[in-house]
């Protein structure tokens, strides 16, 4: 950010999830985070108290609903309903990691919709403005009725291939792990200037993948997987094997939120993997910071756009630009 934003209609609030992503996105726009403790009551409830006046402030609330899920969702539906009960003009969400998004379709009969439901909550709580990162669905905008800018870590991720001496000049493929997202990979594809290949597989039940076939050439390259996220690391594994099987020369894995639940990381210990790319969407513990992941930020793409739906300007060329020197990789 070449220039601080000292409007004291700016107000931006950081809940639990991901403070050290908030000081980051702050410091990029040269003003301090807002006042608010956050405690609960002694059968959990969850307490929050604004420690400033809001009144007819532009506020910015800062929440993944990553694990806990449910202790950081209901985290952010108080602090709407707190924002909105002490008057403040705009209620603007920033998720940088949307959770319950991988229902977001009835595939079978009796089946909830949740991200439609958290979508509901939220604006039911008072939210005006919900500014989202790589839905894990693209229609999950529609689910609301508020606008919803849908920014992409795909620039922020070409920008560190682009910048790794490994991939200056070389054959790189960049491979989508199932057919949903071929249009994630095409993106990326396109920074790199490279192919794209598909994994072809089967999903017997949840988190659980089978990979069937490779669409597309990955011998003698350096294959990319890409995805939204990497959960218990299954898919990217066996995709990882599989790619390196036919002949890659090397298999490395990005996405943008960082999951990693259950046997993630011992599985990425474990495969062919080189490394793994990720953001910082989603705070990272340090028994999950092993070797293989590399971070880079999303607090200076996230910054930018706060600025520009605060100044009323543009959001749209942040989706197609790549962020030079904003690839800062986090040590």
Do not use: W
């Amino acid at each position: 950010m070449s220039e601080s934003i000292v409007d004291h209609r700016l107000k931006i609030f950081s809940l639990s999830s991901n403070k050290e992503l908030a000081e980051k996105i702050a410091t990029s726009m040269g003003v301090e985070l807002g006042h608010i403790s956050v405690s609960h009551f002694s059968d959990g409830e969850i307490k929050i108290a604004i420690e400033e006046s809001i009144r007819g402030d532009h506020v910015y609330i800062i929440q993944s609903t990553s694990d806990p899920v449910n202790d950081n969702l209901m985290e952010m539906l108080i602090m709407i309903d707190a924002c909105r009960r002490a008057s403040a003009k705009t209620i603007n969400v920033v998720i940088p990691y949307f959770g319950y998004a991988r229902q977001d379709r009835k595939a079978q009969p009796r089946e909830p919709i949740t991200a439609k439901l958290v979508a509901r909550m939220m604006e039911n709580a008072g939210a005006t403005r919900i500014l989202a990162l790589d839905l894990h669905a693209a229609q999950i905008q529609g689910f609301f009725e508020v606008p919803v800018d849908h920014l992409y870590g795909a620039p922020l991720l070409a920008e560190y291939f682009l910048n790794h001496e490994r991939y200056i000049d070389s054959d790189i493929v960049v491979v989508s792990p199932d057919h949903g997202g071929v249009t994630r990979a095409r993106k990326l594809a396109e920074f790199l200037k490279a192919p794209i290949a598909i994994i072809d597989k089967r999903r017997p039940k949840a988190n659980v993948a089978e990979v069937m076939n490779i669409v597309g050439d990955v011998s003698n390259r350096h294959a990319i997987i890409i995805d939204d996220m990497i959960d218990t690391a299954g898919t990217i594994t066996l995709a990882a094997s599989a790619i390196k099987d036919a002949g890659a020369l090397s298999v490395v894995a990005c996405c943008t939120h960082p999951v990693l639940s259950g046997p993630a990381i011992q599985r990425l210990e474990d495969s062919v993997l080189d490394e793994v790319v990720v953001s910082d969407s989603i705070y990272l513990t340090e028994e999950k910071r092993i070797d293989k992941i590399k971070q880079v930020t999303v607090a200076e793409l996230i910054a930018e756009a706060i600025v520009r739906i605060y100044e009323n300007r543009s959001v749209s060329p942040l989706f197609n630009e790549k962020f030079k020197g904003m690839h800062h990789v986090i040590e």
